[in-house]
């Protein structure tokens, strides 16, 4: 237990990302498929609640109800489904390439604009008139 030879699992930074990344999804997954469980047991509630307890037996209102909540459950499973296919992990890592790539001409461009107001050779001069 606390010995000097514990032994570490050494695992690359893109398993270790793959590894959240399908963590993730497993978990929206499961959110999805908890959504339709409560979904269909809501249903039958509503319908239950409207036909056979009476309330608001004159006008169907559970069917309202449940398009509502289906359409809110479609959106949810295009979010999960479909959605994270196109915008996954590839389109995260493009974005992040840009952005990068963005950052490095931007700095880049400063750093001209700081050779070409401030020379190092003038600096270097005044550094040596100052030591002397």
Do not use: C
């Amino acid at each position: 237990m606390f010995s000097k030879n514990k032994k570490t699992s050494k695992i690359d930074v893109e398993q270790h990302e793959l590894l959240e990344h399908a963590h993730v999804r497993i978990r929206e997954k499961k959110r999805l498929y908890n959504h339709f469980i409560v979904f269909l047991v809501g249903s039958v509630f509503l319908v239950l609640i409207n036909k056979i307890l009476k309330y608001g037996e004159a006008y169907d209102w559970f069917i309202w109800a449940i398009t509502f909540w289906a359409f809110l459950f479609v959106i949810h499973a295009v979010n999960v489904l479909l959605a994270k296919k196109f915008m996954g992990l590839d389109w995260e890592r493009r974005q992040r390439e840009k952005l990068v790539e963005k950052q490095k001409q931007k700095i880049a461009e400063i750093q001209k604009e700081i050779e070409t107001e401030f020379p190092l050779s003038n600096i270097n001069q005044k550094k040596d008139q100052w030591e002397n």
